[in-house]
């Protein structure tokens, strides 16, 4: 079998993992390898030709491919290596098993692991569509893929179920190339992604925006002939006399993204029930303290230069553990209260310095105050005028000395 | 001509109102910040955008490469500008910052490729 050793490997070689190969090797590890499973780097964001990225990092307005291509450069730079066609099948405290066509299977032996996995769409079955089971139902990922990878144009007339930021992102794309979007359908009251990207996507084309709205049946038998939509009630019950039908030839689904976990759970590792990615605390660190994880394989981030940062921290710290100079220390838990769904990290080990709490509240809220308690200490706190599911909110906290941790957000 | 927009500059998306005629503005309100009024005010009188898209390419593992405006060009323009962009047909090796069309639409802006590709 062939072998491998390296300080730090880094599991995926999206932005994630380009962040933390990079910061690892920064930090002094000396073999820091990347194990990607694609022909090339990059992640999802080769398909991602949209601007909008690196405005926080870079104060630019990149797309995806200049935003990784700027990783890629500086991983090079820093003689980061890269293990590309070889996909990951095991990983374990100081193993990561791979296949590759060129040596059949290889084992690398590491002092840390980085996992960075990033997600994947969650599809049809994940959420029940009724009706028949034509062609032209695609994720809006698969259909990004298709159009900006392999030039195959998915359709001539669009519906979109859900408002997340690809779908919205697609309506553009689609809009552009000649198809004619009929609307974007979502099931709640609220948009789920970005505002920027409703204006941006769906309002400069005119393409209207259907909000307490689902679709309620797929009509046609080889391929997809139109839509069945319904708005629906406070129990997201569709109401029967509000049943239309949409004729297309296409419907997108843009319905969320689910963290790619399945060698995380295998390796034993403590999962979220609510992020259904890893647990980790301040240093990105899991429950097994030599396996480190960053970026979308940790929670869903709708900002990838929130990824890069958290993904530095990751590689930083796994180069630590691997020197032997990250110290175990007991944790304390985070938890989330009032409106919010979750924080990450989930954990907090008590010592100096500063921790960037990243969170989601869970419904739409204005005029709210954003806390952070240490029991009836007020470590953090800020107004905000608005608040949404779809736009992470961050604190940044003092944690020397704190035995609790509240993140809340409650009307002022 | 009363107009609201939806300021993107950051994530508060105030509304703002503005009020005028043939590019000049009469009353302006509903902003917060200084940026989101001047990005109102752009966004009035001659709204611009970024524009993305693919162009083919042979010669390379993939069929396609991504290319951009370097700057934003005006927003009705976006159409005319992507028929040129369709009418590309580029050879490898393209760099990331190529110039693939200069000046597109007489718009001042060129198409340039956003990947490098070997
Ligand atoms: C379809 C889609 C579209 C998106 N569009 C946008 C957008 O428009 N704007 C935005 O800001 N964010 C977008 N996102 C979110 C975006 O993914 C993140 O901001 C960012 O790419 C996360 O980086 P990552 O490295 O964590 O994940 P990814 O970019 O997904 O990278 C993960 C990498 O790990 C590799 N990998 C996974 N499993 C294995 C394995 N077993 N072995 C080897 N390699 C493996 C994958 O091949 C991939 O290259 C999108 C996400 C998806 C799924
Ligand atoms: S006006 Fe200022 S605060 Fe309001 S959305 Fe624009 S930039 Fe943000």
Do not use: W
């Not at chain 1, 450069?73 to 296949?99: H, P, Q, R, W, Y």
């Not at chain 1, 990878?149 to 179920?161: A, S």
């Not at chain 1, 230069?305 to 530095?312: F, K, W």
């Not at chain 2, 200084?34 to 524009?51: C, M, Q, T, W």
């Amino acid at each position: 079998m062939y072998e491998i050793k390296c300080n730090v490997c880094v599991v995926g070689g999206g932005p994630a993992g380009l962040a933390a190969a990079v910061a690892a090797k920064k930090e002094g590890a000396e073999k820091v390898l990347i194990v990607e499973r694609d022909e090339s780097l990059g992640g999802i964001l080769q398909q991602c030709i949209h601007p909008g990225f690196g405005l926080k990092l870079f104060n630019e307005e990149l797309t995806g491919p200049e935003y990784f291509g700027r990783f890629i450069d500086e991983a090079e730079k820093a003689g980061v290596e890269t293990l590309l066609g070889s996909m990951v099948l095991e990983v374990s405290e100081n193993l990561v098993t791979c296949i590759n066509s060129e040596y059949g299977v290889c084992e690398i032996s590491a002092d840390a692991v980085v996992l960075a996995m990033g997600c994947r769409e969650r599809t049809r079955a994940n959420i029940v569509i009724p009706g028949t089971r034509p062609a032209g139902v695609y994720t809006a990922g698969t259909a990004q893929r298709l159009m900006n990878r392999q030039n195959e144009m998915v359709g001539k007339k669009v519906v979109i179920l859900g408002s997340g930021d690809i779908g919205m992102i697609m309506a553009r794309r689609l809009t552009l190339e000649g198809a004619k979007v009929e609307a974007v359908v979502e099931i709640m009251d609220f948009l789920a992604g970005l505002t920027r990207n409703r204006v941006q996507c769906l309002d400069d084309f005119g393409i209207p925006l259907l909000l307490s709205h689902t679709v309620v049946d797929i009509k046609g038998n080889d391929r997809v002939e139109g839509v069945v939509i319904a708005e629906v009630d406070e129990k997201k019950k569709p109401i029967e006399s509000t049943k239309k039908f949409i004729e297309c030839d296409t419907l997108l689904l843009s319905v969320g993204l689910i963290p790619e976990n399945e060698l995380t759970n295998n390796a034993g590792i403590k999962i979220s029930p609510v992020t259904k990615g890893p647990e980790v605390n301040q240093f990105m660190q899991t429950s097994i303290p030599s396996v480190f994880a960053c970026g979308n394989v940790v929670h869903v981030n709708d900002l990838v230069d929130n990824v890069s940062a958290e993904s530095a921290t990751a590689g930083k710290n796994a180069a630590l553990f691997a020197a032997g100079k990250l110290e175990k220390k007991d944790a304390i838990k985070v938890e989330a209260g009032e409106n919010v769904r979750y924080v990450c990290p989930q954990n907090v080990v008590p010592c100096d310095g500063k921790v960037d709490l990243y969170f989601r509240v869970m419904k739409p809220n204005k005029n709210v105050k954003i806390t952070v308690c240490d029991g009836e200490n007020v470590l953090f706190s800020r107004k905000a005028i608005k608040v949404n599911p779809g736009e992470m909110e961050k604190a940044t906290v003092a944690v020397d000395g704190i035995s609790a941790l509240t993140v809340a957000v409650k009307e002022v | 001509m009363k107009k609201d927009i939806i300021c993107t500059v950051c994530p508060m998306g105030c509304v703002i109102t503005v009020e005028g005629e043939n590019g000049k503005i009469d009353s302006i309100e509903g902003y917060t910040c200084p940026r989101g009024k001047n990005y109102a005010e752009n966004e009035f009188v001659s709204p611009v955008r970024i524009l993305t898209s693919t162009a083919k390419i042979s010669g390379a593992k993939t069929p396609l490469v991504a290319v951009r405006s370097k700057t934003p060009v005006p927003k009705d323009k976006l159409f005319d500008c992507m028929a040129e962009i369709r009418k590309l047909e580029l050879t490898a090796p393209v760099k990331r910052g190529d110039v693939l069309i200069a000046d597109v639409c007489g718009t001042g802006v060129d198409i340039v490729s956003s990947a490098d590709v070997k």
